[in-house]
């Protein structure tokens, strides 16, 4: 079969930026909406996650990974919008035709005035580290291990090195433990963890799992499977020393070395990218490069708690339902600039026009104590606000106030910074 | 005597100093919030954590269902906890929020699940 639909919107991954997204632009008014998902359910990665800590701050409540997808499928259950599980999509074109496929339909080309990108992202894989030795079973990403012990119920492996402190190897680091894994060590590269603090606090230091800073793996040892690793310090070039080599007996390499946002389909359309966040490059609606086509969650940027990928996808949700009445035309936009310390900015610009409320959303480069955050516009301060620390492993924002963009112009220039 | 704490109530991670004499606790500070405060209290005189874990299920579309404890458990029964789990299957269906093991060991919590199956 090959059949054309229209919809006013599609929404491609119906992971929690999807649902999120799709309900917001229904709540808007939107009535024809295609919510895609390559998976047989709803949820995304949030299925695989069954720790809790998921919706403080969206729900005032601990959930698991499980319990938050849910509330979100039961609220698209309730209403008209066009569910397709099992389906892939594999093109959005620039005249926002959608194809996709699946076993029951087959090809699909689904013609929208708006599609919102939710796909998400995928770990970086060990190919991407270069790590020298053999190729035996037991090297996986800690987000296949994830789901081996969360979803498939069997034990990947009884000890394990985790490379990267990124917060699913943290997690995973004491699920193991709980199955009764020995977890002999956390190795990063970096002098920092790029995991949350609490994280470190309940997963490592509540089981005396070592967290070895300026440490990498710098080889693999192993026949049909895993038998050990090289691990060795770095110096302040992230270089491995020789003389600190130290191998360490396990039978599984877990790796958490970092997440990229999915966006092939993003790029085949031919919307630019920011080159430190890897997701398209969007206004405050966040609308990418090509009008009427959005993005949100873990394919725009990496979140550290999806509490924040559901408020941000409200924000495309309802962008999305704007876009379609007509009403994004003609923006003026300012782009906000980094300052000090700080290594991106999201949203990339600002339609000074709209003049409402716009929260920046970015990431420092480095931890600093007892900061200063410094909104700035044209070299004079609109906020300097006090934290106790900043740090790369924690997303921070500071919000523009509606009133600022009174006195905007296009030449008017915003900046963010750290103030030590 | 200052002990340091990093929360683990909400992602926020808040570094908390907790002033002692001897067994009791002086001053709290550097929590942002209430809840801040009350795992200080709990993380000196009896620090308590959620456990998740998962539970084979028979019969069903996946071979185990995510769980939880209902409330948090003392700390130093965690591994206690998840030999119950453990021990425990369950028959498909399985409805999220469905009671495993009511009470386990006695600490108040109930084991519920956290996915439909």
Request: proline share 5%; with cysteine; charged share 25%.
């Amino acid at each position: 079969m090959n059949e054309r639909m229209t919809y006013d919107l599609v929404v491609v991954g119906g992971g929690p930026a999807g649902m999120a997204a799709a309900l917001k632009a229904r709540e808007c008014g939107v009535e024809n909406i295609a919510l895609i998902e390559r998976a047989s359910e709803l949820g995304g990665i949030l299925e695989q996650c069954i720790h809790t800590g998921f919706g403080l701050t969206y729900f005032g409540q601990e959930l698991s990974g499980p319990e938050y997808a849910d509330r979100f499928i039961k609220l698209v259950d309730k209403t008209d919008i066009r569910v397709f599980t099992d389906t892939m999509v594999t093109d959005v074109s620039p005249e926002k035709v959608v194809t996709c496929v699946n076993k029951k339909d087959g090809l699909m080309k689904l013609q929208a005035k708006a599609v919102i990108l939710a796909m998400g992202c995928r770990e970086r894989p060990r190919g991407a580290l270069n790590i020298v030795g053999t190729r035996p079973a037991g090297v996986m990403t800690a987000g296949t291990a994830q789901k081996y012990v969360n979803l498939d119920g069997y034990m990947p492996g009884k000890k394990v090195v985790i490379l990267g402190s990124g917060d699913i190897g943290l997690i995973m680091a004491r699920r193991m433990t709980l199955e009764g894994a020995e977890v002999k060590m956390v190795c990063e590269l970096m002098p920092f963890s790029g995991g949350l603090t609490r994280n470190i606090v309940q997963c490592l230091n509540d089981f005396d799992i070592p967290l070895k800073l300026s440490t990498t793996v710098v080889k693999v040892y192993g026949d049909q499977r895993v038998t050990g690793v090289d691990i060795a310090r770095v110096d302040e070039k992230l270089q491995p020393i020789p003389e600190t080599i130290e191998h360490v007996e396990c039978d599984t390499l877990m790796l958490s070395v970092g997440l990229i946002p999915e966006n092939e389909l993003t790029v085949g359309a031919g919307i630019p990218l920011d080159r430190v966040t890897r997701g398209a490059v969007v206004d405050e609606l966040r609308q990418t490069e090509m009008p009427g086509v959005f993005a949100c969650g873990n394919v725009l940027q990496v979140h550290d708690l999806v509490d924040f990928v559901t408020m941000e996808s409200q924000i495309a949700g309802e962008g999305a339902a704007r876009y379609i009445r007509g009403e994004l035309s003609d923006p003026e936009y300012i782009r906000p600039e980094t300052g000090f310390g700080v290594r991106y900015i999201v949203p990339q610009k600002i339609n000074i026009k709209d003049k409402k409320d716009v929260k920046l959303y970015f990431r420092v480069g480095a931890i600093y104590n007892n900061p200063r955050v410094v909104l700035e516009c044209d070299g004079q301060v609109l906020s300097s606000k006090k934290k106790i620390k900043v740090a790369p492993g924690e997303m921070e924002d500071v919000l523009i106030p509606a009133s600022v963009f009174d006195s905007l112009t296009p030449e008017s220039r915003i900046t963010v910074r750290v103030e030590v | 005597m200052e002990k340091q704490l990093t929360c683990v109530a909400c992602p926020r991670g808040c570094s908390i100093t907790v002033t002692l004499d001897g067994d009791s606790i002086v001053s709290i500070e550097g929590n942002a919030c209430p809840r801040g405060k009350k795992y200080a209290e709990n993380e000196i005189t009896d620090p308590r954590r959620m456990v998740a874990s998962t539970v084979k299920v028979n019969g069903g579309k996946l071979p185990v269902v995510p769980v939880k404890t209902s409330s948090d458990i003392p700390k130093n029964m965690i591994f206690d906890v998840m030999r119950e789990i453990n021990r425990v299957s369950v028959d498909a269906p399985v409805e999220i929020g469905q009671v495993i093991i009511p009470d386990v060991l006695g600490t108040g919590a109930d084991i519920i699940a956290t996915n439909n199956d």
